[in-house]
């Protein structure tokens, strides 16, 4: 068992190549905020960060959780965790996670004040399925049920309630701009789940990847990065964004490159497909942001 300084160990729990699941969702929301004249620099940035609290406390429970229930151990293929290595007590790790959670609750009360209680109401939503992801009596993760709650709230909480707390409403434009979003994110998920397929299933964890199978997985990454791809397009041809929207097509050759990889990668190298599915996300949001607001 390899040893590692305690800063190593808590930087490698916080997973910071996550971290791009929840940047990206801010970018775009507050991409549509300025496009209808409702930007906010203040409750932008507040919910950049209430989002990367999130990530980073969702990351601490799967690390701990997936850990007790047998699903992290040594025959693990993805990078290593701190529980699992011993680098980091359960005890320590379930501390930091709730901490994290409380940082992401305070957040949420400032955007409540500014924006209303259905700010809260998806803050507490949120805090309660990154808990209950790999947590709880019967985590939904283990039910194949992982994918649907990354696209709910990567995607429509993420984008729409960024684009909410600026604006005191939701718009058309900010509802479609979450769906490549949470694709994308889900895509994140995919690949994990298509690299841990043999251990989720040995350890009861029935993902959604585990359900499928793998040749199915594989396509189903895919639909969802074609599906980020074609609502940019959407939204110009209905008059809802501008040509600018397309900005986001000048990531396609990353897709690609990552899209042939995942037909025929597996195991370790799936490693590889995850990174540069996060980077994907971040490059596309950052572009469909900025053509959103041009």
Known sequence: MATVSARSAWWLAIRPATLTASAAPVLVGTG??????????????????????????????????????????????????ATQQGWITAAQMK???????????LIGLYLTWVAGWPVLALGLLSIAAAYLYTGGPKPYGYLGLGD????????????????????????????????????????????NNLRDIETDARAGKNTLAVRLGDRPTRTYYLLLLAVAYVVPLLLWLRGLAGPW???SWLSLPLALQVAQRMRHESGLALNGCLVLTARLEVVFGLLFALGLAW
Request: charged fraction near 10%; aromatic fraction near 12%.
């Open 95 to 105: 501390r930091a996670m709730w901490l994290a959670f409380a940082g992401a609750a």
């Open 148 to 191: 649907l709650a990354v696209f709910v709230f990567f995607g429509f909480g993420a984008v729409a309630g960024t684009y909410y707390v600026q604006a005191h409403a939701v718009s058309p434009l900010a509802w479609l701009a979450s769906v490549p979003i949470g694709a994308l994110a889900t895509a994140i998920l995919v690949v």
């Open 32 to 81: 549509a905020a300025w496009a209808d004249g409702k930007f906010a620099l203040g409750p932008a940035l507040a919910a950049l960060v209430g989002a990367s609290l999130l990530q980073v406390g969702a990351n601490f429970a799967n690390d701990v959780f997936d850990f007790e229930r047998g699903a992290d151990n040594a025959d693990r293929l993805g990078p290593q965790r």
């Open 245 to 247: 929207v397309l900005l």
